[in-house]
């Protein structure tokens, strides 16, 4: 039989003593990592009669897929909104902050903006994979501006936009490229969006729906036209009636084609959306919820005044407003931080909780089978958390990228 090193030179590292997130429990079992894969150790041991090179001892540690945020808009100091010079050194610095908040991939996010901010940001985010220099990045979030004056939030009214006659054509004149574009969130009510959607989705992007008023009907017929997902669920749309739930509706509709799932992201902070409206959306459609942050550059920050975009914010505690109002725009909660307060309010499993944060981004879109689970052959992006969610160490093609010092375990 061929030994160990003739399939591979590379070190096998055996990570024991803890609890795998696997099928959906926490099984105690150990971790095998080579080459930035997840090892099956059956394969290893019968078919190469391979061991570990290295045993690392997790002390009773929840292993947990990597978080991944598909919508964050800056953090610490960065907004993902503004044109600058330095824009690359930007999404750097925070790809390497949000670590240490077990965020391992993000789709860096967009708010409405002027052409000319698209022209000069998209093409300097290039999708690439995590490491010890930071989160893996996914592609980009545009979220605007093809979306609904009357549930604008904190996008900058002036900014807005329809579809013309040449409807795929005025989204491509606005953003310039779709090179590196993973997510749209568009308004489903406005005229010639079908076109758009159905364009979109052959190209590969997720179409998301949001700051919308959209009825459910027009909902459901995004979502027959390829649309997936649900930008911020209750935040920026039409509240729940029960004549006509909105695009609510869709976390229960019998209209949804055959074989597609709706997701939807829900700001899980404890200010955006309350804990009872968080359970209503958790009991109707558990597989569908999709931790988000929607970070603004306040966040890691002092409160104070920032930036989203084209719009001053004040942050007063967990709460950002457009200045000078009680407009909520975006969050200053850590993905981590949102996994935790998610789980306290709906009661839900340890395990729930971690895979709305990992696993149902990942099937969002659609990179599940190496992003998002600790199956074996995907990649090894893994958290040691602690029994309180906190995150205590995280890794990225199984190299450690980030651990919490002594003190503050």
Request: net charge negative; with cysteine; aromatic share 6%.
């Amino acid at each position: 039989m061929p030994s160990n090193k003739s399939v591979s030179d590379a070190p096998i590292v055996q990570f024991t003593n803890c609890r795998i997130l696997r099928s959906h429990q926490l099984q105690r079992e150990d971790l095998w990592v080579r080459e930035g894969k997840i090892l099956n150790p059956e394969k290893l041991f019968f078919d190469e009669k391979g061991s570990a090179d290295i045993q690392l001892d997790c002390k009773d540690s929840i292993i947990a897929p990597g978080f991944i945020d598909v919508q964050i808009n800056g953090g610490f100091g960065v907004d993902f909104s503004l044109a600058t010079d330095d824009f690359k050194s930007g999404i750097d610095l925070v790809s390497q902050k949000i670590l240490s908040h077990g965020v391992t991939s993000f789709c860096p996010t967009l708010v409405t903006s002027p052409p000319s901010v698209y022209h000069q940001v998209l093409p300097q985010i290039s999708i690439r994979d995590g490491g010890a220099h930071g989160a893996g990045i996914l592609g980009a979030h545009l979220e605007g501006p093809f979306i609904s004056k009357e549930k604008k939030g904190a996008h900058p009214e002036r900014c807005l936009r329809t579809f013309e006659a040449g409807a795929f054509q005025d989204l491509l004149a606005t953003y310039g490229s779709l090179d590196c574009v993973r997510i749209v969130t568009l308004a489903p009510e406005m005229k010639r969006s079908s076109e758009v959607i159905r364009e979109l989705t052959k190209q590969g992007i997720c179409v998301s729906l949001g700051h919308s008023v959209a009825n459910l009907s027009q909902a459901e017929e995004a979502v027959q036209h390829g649309a997936t997902f649900i930008t911020h669920l209750f935040n920026a749309m039409l509240p729940f009636h029960h004549r006509d739930p909105g695009i609510v509706g869709l976390l229960t509709s019998d209209k949804i084609p055959a074989g597609r799932r709706v997701f939807y992201g829900m700001i899980s902070d404890g200010i955006h959306t309350n804990p009872a409206a968080l359970r209503i959306a958790h009991r109707a459609h558990p597989k569908g919820l999709v931790l988000v942050t929607d970070a603004i550059a306040g966040m890691g920050l002092a409160p104070g005044r920032h930036t989203l975009g084209q719009q001053v914010v004040e942050i007063d505690g967990l709460n950002t407003y457009i200045a000078g109002t009680k407009t909520l725009s975006g969050s200053v909660a850590t993905m981590d931080t949102c996994v935790r307060h998610f789980q306290e309010a709906t009661g839900c499993s340890v395990e729930t909780a971690l895979e709305a944060a990992s696993l149902h981004p990942a099937q969002l879109l659609g990179i599940e089978h190496k992003k998002g689970t600790l199956n074996y052959d995907s990649d090894a992006d893994f958290l040691m958390l602690n029994d309180g969610l906190y995150v205590q160490a995280t890794y990225i093609a199984g190299q450690e990228v980030w651990r919490q010092d002594a003190l503050g375990m």
